[in-house]
């Protein structure tokens, strides 16, 4: 799987899989017309949903077992690379894929709100399972396409097949919200090792070393892409990620300000604040009062 094969452009995908070019920007390739091949990496500079039969094994998605066994779809930006493995040997791909090139949307309501589809951003294994009913809707927004496609291109022919591709996007969209509820327990373990984690973190010298946990970091540790997994944590507590880690941190600050022998900066600095001010800024966004207000209120509280 080491040969990286280049894709720029719609019409050399379309080339690679022996399908016609109809449109120079979109295209909805049927997989099953390519010739058998071996796995390789291949980069996009295009869109790229895949509508892989499970069965077909030719998508990495690493050691997953997964609810839905009808179908996946693996979502993949411009720039990216996807990983396929035949294990050496030859197969015949299967399925579909949408893509579409940025230049298609610039200027239209998708283009504007593209960044909002973080699951371009997921991993392969983080791909999004289909029900048997939840396939063929999206199989039928596929024909929806490809009939825009066939019909003699005239001044419709943009608004409608974006406009379709949004729609597809948007159920995606509620299938992904559907895929965070049933696999609830999945979820929640992720959840309980996201607190481990940053219990462990404050535990450990890295506030000082490394400074506060970022998004990513915690999303590395997990083993999960940035975006699903501030998309998990947003669904399962709706709080951000970042808001989240924010919580822990203001947690930790109120136990830890009751310590007398540690100025606040010196609080600021073991929580991994690399300037006093951002930490007494977050604190008092966070409380109410600032930190030097808050250590004084608690002590006219304690009892004599």
Same mark, same amino acid.
């Given at each position: 799987?080491?040969?990286?094969?280049?894709?720029?452009?719609?019409?050399?995908?379309?080339?690679?899989?022996?399908?016609?070019?109809?449109?120079?920007?979109?295209?909805?390739?049927?997989?099953?017309?390519?010739?058998?091949?071996?796995?390789?990496?291949?980069?996009?500079?295009?869109?790229?949903?895949?509508?892989?039969?499970?069965?077909?094994?030719?998508?990495?998605?690493?050691?997953?077992?997964?609810?839905?066994?009808?179908?996946?779809?693996?979502?993949?930006?411009?720039?990216?690379?996807?990983?396929?493995?035949?294990?050496?040997?030859?197969?015949?791909?299967?399925?579909?894929?949408?893509?579409?090139?940025?230049?298609?949307?610039?200027?239209?309501?998708?283009?504007?709100?593209?960044?909002?589809?973080?699951?371009?951003?997921?991993?392969?294994?983080?791909?999004?399972?289909?029900?048997?009913?939840?396939?063929?809707?999206?199989?039928?927004?596929?024909?929806?396409?490809?009939?825009?496609?066939?019909?003699?291109?005239?001044?419709?022919?943009?608004?409608?097949?974006?406009?379709?591709?949004?729609?597809?996007?948007?159920?995606?969209?509620?299938? !992904? =919200?559907?895929? /965070?509820?049933?696999?609830?327990?999945?979820?929640?373990?992720?959840? %309980? &090792?996201?607190?481990?984690?940053? *219990?462990?973190?404050?535990?450990?010298?890295?506030?000082?070393?490394?400074?506060?946990?970022?998004?990513?970091?915690?999303?590395?540790?997990?083993?999960?892409?940035?975006?699903?997994?501030?998309?998990?944590?947003?669904?399962?507590?709706?709080?951000?990620?970042?808001?989240?880690?924010?919580?822990?941190?203001?947690?930790?600050?109120?136990?830890?300000?009751?310590?007398?022998?540690?100025?606040?900066?010196?609080?600021? !600095? =073991?929580?991994? /604040?690399?300037?006093?001010?951002?930490?007494?800024?977050?604190?008092? %966004? &966070?409380?109410?009062?600032?930190? *030097?207000?808050?250590?004084?209120?608690?002590?006219?509280?304690?009892?004599?």
């Amino acid at each position: 799987m080491d040969t990286l094969r280049r894709f720029e452009t719609i019409a050399e995908y379309n080339a690679f899989n022996k399908n016609e070019t109809l449109h120079p920007l979109v295209s909805v390739v049927d997989l099953s017309k390519a010739d058998p091949r071996q796995g390789s990496r291949m980069y996009f500079g295009f869109y790229t949903i895949f509508l892989k039969e499970v069965k077909c094994g030719d998508m990495v998605y690493g050691r997953h077992t997964y609810d839905y066994q009808e179908g996946t779809l693996v979502f993949i930006a411009p720039g990216q690379v996807a990983g396929m493995n035949s294990n050496g040997e030859t197969y015949q791909p299967k399925g579909y894929a949408l893509v579409f090139h940025p230049d298609l949307i610039h200027g239209t309501t998708l283009g504007r709100h593209i960044q909002e589809y973080t699951f371009f951003g997921y991993q392969s294994f983080e791909a999004l399972h289909l029900s048997s009913r939840e396939r063929q809707i999206v199989l039928d927004c596929f024909s929806k396409v490809e009939y825009e496609l066939e019909h003699a291109i005239d001044k419709h022919s943009k608004k409608l097949i974006v406009a379709t591709i949004e729609l597809f996007l948007g159920y995606c969209t509620r299938f !992904y =919200d559907r895929q /965070f509820i049933t696999r609830e327990n999945v979820h929640k373990s992720v959840l %309980q &090792r996201f607190e481990t984690l940053l *219990n462990t973190y404050f535990q450990t010298d890295k506030p000082q070393t490394i400074g506060l946990p970022s998004v990513t970091y915690c999303a590395g540790e997990l083993n999960l892409s940035a975006n699903y997994f501030g998309d998990l944590v947003k669904k399962e507590t709706g709080k951000t990620a970042q808001e989240y880690i924010q919580a822990k941190v203001i947690d930790l600050a109120k136990e830890r300000i009751f310590d007398q022998s540690k100025s606040v900066s010196q609080v600021a !600095y =073991d929580l991994g /604040f690399k300037y006093p001010q951002h930490f007494m800024r977050l604190f008092k %966004q &966070r409380v109410g009062q600032s930190p *030097n207000e808050y250590r004084r209120a608690a002590e006219a509280d304690a009892p004599l």
